[in-house]
């Protein structure tokens, strides 16, 4: 049995588990910048998918349970998605609004935002789902931290919002290359893949370019920034 299979940092002391919390860190930085190299060889090859698949493939060779490195993972990662939303402010202030239809592209994001929260409440409620389930499907099309905070303001079940958010934005980014491939405008791909796959979404449209990387972070941005003050009030009143 490897060490990393009896490392739970709960378990550990502090400079034990600050060494697990490292490793975990290190584990995932590595998945993803190969998953990066693949996909820049292998045209199509999403990456979060692929980062997803080698940190899997890590833990198993390494024989560390996945709740373990869970455990590790989760408070710093989740501390920092939190600097990363507020970190869009950054490619979004580059972006260049001279020449753009501003007024179509706040109604693409208006109308994106409304149908992005409106319709899996629609398909939850045909499949006659809880209503506590329906709620976390209003928080669909934002990302993780806005969608959390929706989804206590709305008071809806934040792990099930949480798998909604993430599962979404990693079909969303999956598909995206495929549904997206014969469009040749990148400002439309980053557009879309921001209100579609949120975070997920805007890791993909990077990889396809710097325009397209912006776009899809400020559809991120805005969808979630208008998504917080329309939904909350709009089921308040409709409730």
Do not use: C
Not at 11 to 20: G, H, K, R, T
Not at 171 to 197: M, P, Y
Not at 198 to 215: C, K, L, P
Not at 217 to 225: D, E, I, P
């Amino acid at each position: 049995m490897t060490p990393f299979a009896q490392a739970s940092v709960a378990q550990l002391p502090f400079s034990a588990s600050y060494l697990i919390v490292l490793m975990t860190m290190l584990l995932t930085l590595l998945a993803h910048g190969i998953a990066r190299l693949l996909a820049k060889r292998i045209r199509g090859l999403p990456t979060i998918i692929t980062a997803l698949a080698l940190v899997n493939l890590f833990l198993v060779l390494l024989g560390w349970p996945y709740a373990h490195y869970y455990a590790a993972a989760k408070p710093v990662f989740d501390h920092l998605l939190g600097y990363v939303t507020v970190l869009l402010a950054i490619p979004l202030a580059t972006m260049r609004f001279e020449g753009l239809p501003i007024k179509k592209l706040t109604l693409t994001v208006m109308i994106a935002s409304g149908i992005g929260a409106l319709l899996p409440m629609l398909l939850a409620y045909g499949f006659s789902l809880s209503h506590a389930t329906l709620l976390a499907f209003a928080t669909r099309s934002v990302t993780t931290p806005i969608g959390l905070s929706i989804a206590e303001l709305i008071q809806a079940p934040l792990a099930m919002a949480n798998l909604v958010i993430i599962v979404s934005g990693l079909l969303g980014a999956t598909g995206a290359r495929f549904l997206l491939a014969g469009i040749e405008d990148d400002r439309a791909k980053g557009l879309a893949l921001g209100l579609v796959a949120h975070a997920f979404g805007t890791v993909e449209a990077w990889q396809i370019s710097a325009t397209a990387g912006r776009y899809a972070a400020f559809g991120l941005a805005v969808n979630g920034l208008f998504t917080a003050v329309w939904l909350p009030l709009f089921l308040a009143a409709v409730g």
